[in-house]
């Protein structure tokens, strides 16, 4: 059975930081293309960035809005993704979901298992 | 950047049919996909590649996406359907992936 437990988040002042980690389990994580997607309070979903398995070369992609204050990484030994958020804003605030991903064409990418979140609060 | 559209909500009277759509420009050249959200709770995959259904959700789940729309269709609805329901794909110009803003279904 697919696992993912997302820990870390909590309340921070704008333009601090915070690392989430998401642990893994039920499945080859190594292999695994893994996404960050949030939720802000009340909203719909937005995905935040997405990093490829090392064998599909590792690489990262951010969604606009966190690009270069976010960085997300991973520890296949553990099995766990990470998402270190510096900069914080406000707007920021947000329940973050980890979740698999699947990119069977050029055509097609969706995320088929979810944590339960963690939730970040950035406010003074 | 690409964008994905969602009517806020949707009603349907149980045993009915309710249908949710999703319009983006030339949607239907790219696959899209659903999911499913409740109070409280993570969202779950209820259609992935345009109308194909994971292991565990319901038949009277399905999807199409031609043109600019795809559609979720829930046949057969009932009470425990109810809940919020997102369209996802995929912007390959800018490698990111685009949700709609989401539909509440009410069954009422």
């Known amino acids: 059975e697919v696992q993912l437990v997302e820990s870390g988040g909590g309340l921070v002042k704008p333009g601090g930081s915070l690392r989430l980690s998401c642990a893994a389990s039920?499945?080859?994580?190594?292999?695994?293309?893994m996404s960050w997607v949030r939720q802000a309070p009340g909203k719909g979903l937005e995905w935040v960035g997405r990093i490829k398995s090392k064998t599909d070369g590792g690489t990262t992609d951010y969604a606009a809005p966190v690009k270069g204050r976010f960085t997300i990484s991973r520890d296949d030994s553990k099995n766990t993704l990470y998402l270190q958020m510096n900069s914080l804003k406000t707007e920021d605030t947000a329940l973050y979901y980890c979740t698999t991903d699947k990119a069977p064409n050029w055509a097609t990418y969706y995320f088929d298992y979810w944590g339960q979140g963690t939730l970040v609060t950035v406010s003074s | 950047s690409y964008e994905l559209t969602q009517p806020p909500s949707v009603s349907v009277s149980p045993g009915q049919t309710a249908s949710i759509t999703c319009s983006g420009d030339?949607?239907?050249?790219?696959?899209a996909c659903w999911y499913q959200q409740k109070p409280g709770q993570s969202p779950v995959l209820v259609i992935y590649?345009?109308?194909k259904r994971p292991s565990g959700i319901p038949e009277r789940f399905s999807g199409s996406n031609s043109g600019n729309t795809a559609t979720l269709t829930i046949s057969g609805t009932q009470a425990m359907d109810e809940a919020d329901y997102f369209c996802q794909a995929w912007d390959s110009s800018t490698a990111g992936g685009v949700f709609g803003g989401g539909t509440k279904l009410t069954v009422l």
């Open positions: 039920g499945f080859t994580f190594s292999n695994a293309w």
């Open positions: 590649q345009d109308n």
């Open positions: 030339k949607l239907g050249d790219r696959y």
